[in-house]
């Protein structure tokens, strides 16, 4: 077993603290990554304080994982030791099921294994996330990532990036269509720069007035401050696509009105209540809500390939990994601009 420093939560909704867990050494298919970066997602925060259902513990969070190979088993072949690599939400699936067959693991239906707060696939070893400096992954379950973008912009694209990446490619969301994007945090401001940068015209729903600036410059071609009153009457039928990354409960009612006839209403926040959704406002504009998670291994190289190419990556405040306690305080308030970033040397 590999001893690796990491940060843990102890039990649900403690702060986290340094704590030593083990990898396993290396097997035939797998690598070992030697951390460098780690985003910070909302729902490491919503799973350390057991807002879902209740977690397993110590927990170590963090599935926006971005590193270099430091070891390979003898059967991998995709990857070498120094290859820059990434790991993001899940680190294994049954791959038997017809959604693992066909590339969509991430809706595996026995579950995927999950990159922490979950179990391997043999039922018991917990899995631990990337707050910690290395990880041990099967290479089907690893992604490649291109040395031409900014390491520490290029985390977060493994799950706010594929998270907004694979509703917008799904519903062929681009040119001459109006989208909206609610909520500009990390899943908000990647949805405006990958929106946009398909063509398409994007208006961000924000509860803050302070990131109307940023929203013009992340891409958006306009901004909507939803306390305001007469807002979103303002913009009724105007929208082909939503996108709803709120993580918190909201009236998710108020923004079907903006949408046109046929209009789609795509939720990826996880919000701890139920959505309320009035019959009147789905059947007059013969609207849907529909959800969307993450995306598969494919998919994910396909956004990753298609950032680099494209020279995208989220706007990130790198921090120490003493500071997460903090860190989590700011995602939940809204005010990180757009991404916290674990910089993983600061734990060595
Ligand atoms: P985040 O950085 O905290 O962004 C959420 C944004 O929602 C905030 O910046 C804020 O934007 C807005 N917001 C917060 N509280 C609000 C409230 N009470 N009313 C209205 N708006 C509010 O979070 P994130 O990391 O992007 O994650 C967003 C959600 O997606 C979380 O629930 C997370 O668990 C979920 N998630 C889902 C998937 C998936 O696969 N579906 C993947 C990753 C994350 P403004 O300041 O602009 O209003
Ligand atoms: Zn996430
Ligand atoms: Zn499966």
Same mark, same amino acid.
């Given at each position: 077993m590999i001893k690796t420093p990491a940060y843990a939560a102890?039990?649900?909704k403690a702060p986290l603290a340094p704590l030593f867990i083990e990898r396993r050494?290396?097997?035939?298919?797998d690598v070992l990554i030697e951390i460098l970066y780690c985003g910070v997602c909302h729902s490491d925060i919503h799973q350390v304080r057991d807002e879902w259902a209740a977690g397993i513990f110590p927990m170590v969070p963090g599935h926006e994982i971005v590193g270099r190979i430091a070891k390979v088993g003898?059967?991998?072949?995709?990857f070498k030791v120094g290859d820059l690599a990434g790991v993001g939400c899940f680190v294994d699936s049954c791959r038997e099921c017809p959604e693992c067959k066909a590339g969509l693991e991430q809706y595996c239906q026995v579950g995927p294994n999950w990159t922490y707060n979950c179990r391997e696939r043999d039922g018991k070893t917990p899995t631990y996330g990337g707050y910690s400096t290395r990880i041990v992954v099967d290479e089907q379950y690893t992604l490649r990532v291109s040395s031409k973008l900014t390491l520490e912009g290029v985390a977060p694209l493994l799950c706010a990036g594929i998270t907004t990446y694979s509703p917008l490619r799904h519903w062929k969301v681009g040119r001459g269509q109006r989208i909206g994007v609610l909520g500009l945090g990390g899943l908000g401001h990647m949805a405006v720069k990958l929106a946009a940068s398909f063509g398409a015209e994007v208006t961000v729903f924000s509860t803050s007035p302070s990131k109307q600036a940023d929203a013009k410059r992340l891409g958006a071609h306009q901004f909507a401050? %939803?306390?305001?009153?007469?807002t979103m009457k303002s913009l009724?039928?105007?929208?082909?696509f939503i996108i709803d990354t709120v993580s918190a409960p909201h009236d998710h009612g108020a923004y079907?009105?903006?949408?046109? %006839?046929?209009g789609v209403m795509v939720c990826v926040g996880i919000p701890t209540a139920p959505l309320s959704v009035p019959p009147f406002s789905l059947i007059a504009g013969r609207r849907s809500v529909a959800g969307s998670g993450i995306g598969g291994i494919a998919e994910t190289q396909e956004m990753l390939d298609y950032c680099a190419a494209h020279n995208i990556t989220s706007d990130v405040e790198v921090v120490p990994i003493q500071q997460i306690n903090a860190a989590y305080e700011r995602v939940i308030k809204g005010q990180v601009k757009y991404r916290f970033v674990i910089d993983i040397a600061s734990l060595k």
């Open positions: 102890a039990v649900a050494e290396p097997g035939p298919h003898d059967k991998v072949t995709r401050l %939803t306390t305001q009153g007469g009724a039928h105007r929208f082909d079907l009105d903006t949408l046109k %006839t046929d």
